[in-house]
């Protein structure tokens, strides 16, 4: 990639990102209520987003910077086992078709504002509602900073050396975050959506032209691996139960997350929920067709210094510099839109579920959305210094054990809406053997996602979140028989 400062891509570069700045800041005024000093307005943006708001918000938390860079870098390493995230996002909103609906419902009633107000309300349990608060907080830090990761391949790709244009693009998302709260991000996904579809669609469309065409492009990527001796442009009989279980562990995991579990909690109603869960699988196309540009790069004949410069360099070499700039600006605007409720998500869970259950139970709605503004603020510190401090790769590791450690939270969250035969101690005892077990496979299988599981003759590479899921289910399960159940506080009774 080009290391001189590129002054046309960075113009267009900085133009998308003054628009964006206005306007995170002009949304604290759109459809701004009497107040923003409360939860509801700020971390919630007063429970009033209707489909299309969803549909970008939600799109905007979970198709992020990082994915942008990272899938299309996954399958030029690997090929078609980077393909994994396809049927992952169409797996996942079937899931949020018939869950979320009753999820925000509940919260909704009762006025939760997080995924652990709800397991609170409903077991009664400060011991689960920590476990689950704890979770989330924990989970949310490596996302945010690996959104910092794809931020700075865009921000490297046009040039610019050192850390000061990524804390100063993160110092803008601070202000007007702790500013506007939700309706930032919300207002901003907007742009950023329309602007990765306009990104990726020209690339499709361009790149495989001047490569030969996509039979040229699929030759070339099937070379490449063949040369290197790994990797695949077709799955292989060996991969299939570690691909299957990769896609339905991380679409279990997806909506457990503070950041998508934000934007469900944010909506007007369940109907917007279950129209969104129809509508979305578009962004599903949107990375299928990204994915593509990791076979790409093998046939434009790339020399990367890393596989995450995949992306960058391909719009480098194969546009004006104009247009390259446009695309580096999706990719950082694509950050700061998950980075913001990511940290929103965060903050709200520190608010509520520590700071009010421990700390100041007598807090009001304004000294709770105070608390908010400083914790999001703190979050972002927090991602940020991970990126400078530390090795990229200790961001990743850490994603890793991020994704496994949230899917220990979805028998309490998720088992509570149908069902009330679990019990906290039991639930909270699978919490325990999930999380710390699924860590210690990960551990010593080097922090890879997947162990290798043997039973009878039966060997497969599985995903460690989903063994560590099943053992915590199975543990509640073997719990909630031998342990009398405890009386139901009145509290739990009414939802």
Do not use: C
């Amino acid at each position: 990639m080009k290391t001189e400062l590129d002054i046309p891509a960075v113009a267009v570069f900085l133009f998308f990102f003054a628009l964006v700045t206005v306007m995170g800041f002009v949304a604290s005024k759109w459809r701004r209520p009497k107040t923003l000093a409360s939860l509801d307005e700020w971390g919630l943006g007063g429970r009033q987003f209707g489909t299309w708001i969803t549909w970008f918000l939600v799109g905007g938390d979970f198709y992020t910077a990082y994915t942008v860079i990272a899938v299309p870098a996954l399958v030029y390493s690997v090929g078609a086992y980077g393909f994994f995230a396809l049927p992952y996002t169409i797996l996942v909103y079937p899931i949020v078709f018939m869950v979320m609906p009753r999820l925000w419902q509940v919260a909704k009633d009762n006025g939760y504002v997080t995924a652990a107000d709800v397991v609170h309300g409903r077991y009664g349990s400060r011991m689960l509602e920590a476990a689950v608060a704890i979770t989330g907080v924990v989970a949310t830090m490596p996302y945010i900073a690996l959104q910092l990761i794809g931020m700075a391949t865009a921000v490297k790709a046009l040039g610019f050396a050192g850390e000061l244009p990524l804390i100063a693009a993160f110092v803008v998302l601070a202000l007007y975050t702790y500013s506007s709260g939700l309706r930032a991000p919300a207002l901003i996904a907007f742009v950023k959506d329309i602007m990765i579809y306009i990104a990726v669609i020209a690339a499709v469309s361009v790149i495989p032209g001047k490569l030969g065409g996509y039979a040229a492009v699929f030759d070339a990527a099937d070379q490449a691996f063949k040369a290197k001796g790994s990797g695949s442009i077709l799955l292989q009989p060996g991969q299939y139960v570690a691909y299957a279980t990769l896609a339905l562990g991380s679409a279990l995991a997806a909506f457990m997350y503070p950041h998508t579990l934000t934007g469900i909690f944010a909506s007007k109603s369940a109907t917007t929920i279950r129209k969104n869960a129809v509508l979305l699988p578009a962004y599903t196309l949107m990375l299928g067709l990204l994915a593509l540009l990791g076979y790409m790069g093998h046939a434009a004949k790339l020399k990367l210094a890393s596989n995450n410069d995949v992306v960058p360099a391909l719009f480098q070499t194969l546009f004006p510099s104009w247009f390259a700039g446009f695309a580096f600006a999706a990719i950082a605007i694509g950050a700061l839109v998950p980075a913001a409720v990511m940290s929103i998500g965060a903050a709200n869970l520190f608010t509520r579920n520590f700071w009010k259950a421990y700390v100041n139970p007598q807090v009001d709605t304004a000294g709770e959305a105070a608390v908010a503004k400083i914790a999001s603020l703190v979050v972002k510190v927090g991602a940020l210094l991970v990126i400078i401090y530390l090795p990229t790769q200790f961001a990743l590791d850490l994603q890793l054990l991020g994704g496994l450690w949230i899917l220990q939270t979805l028998p309490a969250l998720i088992f509570g809406l149908f069902t009330r035969w679990f019990t906290a101690p039991a639930l909270l005892a699978g919490w325990v053997v999930g999380l710390f077990g699924g860590t210690y496979l990960a551990w010593t299988d080097g922090l890879k996602p997947l162990h290798l599981l043997s039973i009878g003759s039966f060997q497969a590479m599985v995903y460690v979140g989903l063994i560590a899921l099943v053992v915590n289910i199975a543990v509640a399960m073997l719990v909630n028989l031998v342990v009398p159940k405890p009386v139901v506080t009145a509290e739990a009774a009414s939802t």
